[in-house]
Each structure stands twice: as structure tokens, then as C-alpha cells.
């Protein structure tokens, strides 16, 4: 592993809840929240860069693409900021000569259940399936790697979505498992003392990627008292990337790809369904729906980003 991506959305941080919180324009509520993004991103990095990567690219991936403070990640850490009206969008920058990817921040598609800011893109449609299935961001950009040859080694986001990546590829490692996945990490790769360190530090360091959720492991399965749990809930979560790295394979973490794409967008308005409807390719099939059929990935994320 030298060269890694994470791409970093918010709506998956820890905590958060409401919309405002994602807002630039609310700073009351929304900058604990991009400072949380930050603190989880630079968890990210740490964790790859101990497991070997010497260049790691970020893309921050939400709404403006300016919520990542630069000041607050690693030096070795390239932030893409802004758009560059790809198609790749949030992935932007990723390419065939990296070695991994890694998703911080993300949350459930439109219509899942669990996360109260589940969407897919932007608020504007009721959801968008690919072959039938309620598809998230996670989903959209899982592809796009695939379709570069590029594994997807951990996933960071709501529990929802932590569980939706369980069912479509249990080898790749989810929040949920990051006590576990940290523990064998430090056995299968030296780590240990490192680990033993960082939960030590883990509460003045504030990298706390999920951390309920390895507090309640923490606290449920290892016995650990509450004031042990705390640290060690902080520590592990920042080995869980690493961890991710050091134990899976390439072969067993591709997000799997299919020979041919049906997606389906319901819109919230019909003039959105009437209006994606002329886009090449597409046909309007209800007073809010569209849908679009293709064999490469890259066709469909350009349908998804003229039409959404």
C-alpha cells in the first residue's frame, strides 16, 4: 500500500443529526461538525499511513467541498477542495495508480431507514436505484473505484450503511468491526504497542471516528468500565483504517460490478423527471421518473451528474 483515497462526506459523522449541522451558512451548529469531519479524516489518514501508504489524496466531498481544514490534516494528506464538475465528483482525483480507497462521513440512501439525513446526491429526488436496489453515494463512488481497479478497503459511516456494505461485501471493513478488525490488526501487524498508545491519547487527540459505536463494543463485549472504554473506544477507531489495510486483500475488497446498469431516479418534482428526460439515452417513464440503461459505470455517473 504507498498511494491511498479517502473520500469525506459529513451527513455520516459522528453525532449528527440535523441539517443544519451540515450548513456552512449555519456556523453555530455546522462548525463543531466540520471540525468533527476533519478530526475523522485525519484519523483516516493516520491509520493508512501506519499501515504503509506515503501518499494518501482527499476529496472533500460535501456540498461546497470546503468544510476540511487543511491546517488540521497531515502533511502527506493532498485535499482535492471544490468541484471540478466531473463526473466523478466525489471522487475526484482517484485514479488507476491508486491502491485503496477509503470512505469517511458517508450515510444511508434516500428511503433507508436509520441515518435522519439519508439522501442520495441531494435532496431533490426520492431516491435512485441501480438495478432495482436503493443505491447510496456509497454505491455510486464504490463503482467508480471498481471500475478502476481499485479495492474499497474500509467504509465509515451510519449504522445503516455500515450494514448495507456488510451484505454486499462482508471483506470490506465497516465502522462496526473496528474493535475487532483494530485488535487483529495489532497481533497480525506489529501494531500494538502503537495501539496501546493511541488509546492512551486518544481523548486529548479527539479522533474519534464512530466512537459510540466501539464505546458500546468496548463496553458490551471486552467489559471494560466507562472510564476505560472511553480511551480505548478513541484508540481502536483510529487503528480501524489501518487495520483494514494491513489484513485484507485487494481481490476480496472490489466492490462488485455488474455487465449492465438499469437506474431509476424519482424525483420530488415532475419537471425534474420531464426535464432528465431529454438527456441522451433516458426516458421518462412516470410524471417523476426517469431511467437510463448502459453497460460502463462511467456513462451512468455521467447521467447521474447532468440529471440530479
Known amino acids: 500500500m504507498k498511494k491511498l483515497f479517502i473520500s469525506a462526506d459529513i451527513e455520516g459523522t459522528a453525532g449528527i443529526v440535523n441539517w443544519n449541522e451540515t450548513e456552512r451558512s449555519v456556523p453555530h451548529d455546522y462548525d463543531y461538525f466540520a471540525n468533527q469531519m476533519t478530526r475523522e479524516v485525519a484519523a483516516a489518514c ?5 499501515a504503509g501508504a506515503e501518499e494518501i489524496g482527499v476529496k472533500d466531498a460535501h456540498d461546497s467541498a470546503r468544510n476540511l481544514n487543511p491546517a488540521k490534516l497531515p502533511e502527506y494528506a493532498r485535499v482535492y477542495r471544490g468541484w471540478a464538475r466531473h463526473p466523478y465528483s466525489m471522487m475526484f482525483g482517484l485514479d488507476e495508480t491508486f491502491d485503496g480507497v477509503v470512505f469517511t462521513g458517508y450515510h444511508s440512501a434516500a428511503q433507508m431507514p436509520g441515518n435522519p439525513l439519508s439522501h442520495t446526491m441531494n435532496t431533490q429526488n426520492n431516491f435512485v436505484k441501480v438495478n432495482g436496489m436503493l443505491a447510496p453515494e456509497l454505491m455510486l463512488n464504490s463503482l467508480i473505484a471498481s471500475s478502476l481497479g481499485v479495492p474499497v478497503y474500509c467504509v465509515c459511516g451510519d449504522r445503516g450503511l455500515c450494514e448495507w456494505m456488510n451484505e454486499i461485501n462482508p471483506n470490506i471493513a465497516i465502522v462496526v468491526l473496528g474493535a475487532e478488525l483494530g485488535v487483529k490488526a495489532a497481533g497480525a501487524s506489529g501494531y500494538a504497542g502503537h495501539i496501546i498508545f493511541r488509546g492512551l491519547c486518544a481523548i486529548v487527540e479527539a479522533y474519534l471516528i464512530y466512537w459510540a459505536t466501539v464505546y458500546y463494543i468496548a463496553r458490551k463485549y471486552f467489559k471494560f468500565s466507562r472510564e476505560w472504554a472511553v480511551p480505548m473506544a478513541s484508540g481502536i477507531s483510529i487503528c480501524g483504517v489501518s487495520a483494514a489495510i494491513a489484513t485484507n486483500k485487494k481481490e476480496d475488497c472490489m466492490f462488485p460490478m455488474s455487465d449492465k446498469y438499469h437506474l431509476e431516479i424519482n424525483f420530488k418534482e415532475h419537471f425534474k ?19 437510463f440503461e448502459c453497460t460502463d459505470w462511467l456513462d451512468a455517473m455521467r447521467f447521474l451528474h447532468f440529471v440530479l
Open 273 to 291: 423527471a420531464y426535464e432528465g428526460g431529454f438527456y441522451p439515452g433516458a426516458k421518462q417513464t412516470g410524471s417523476r421518473t426517469i431511467e
Open 46 to 50: 493516520e491509520g493508512a499511513h501506519d
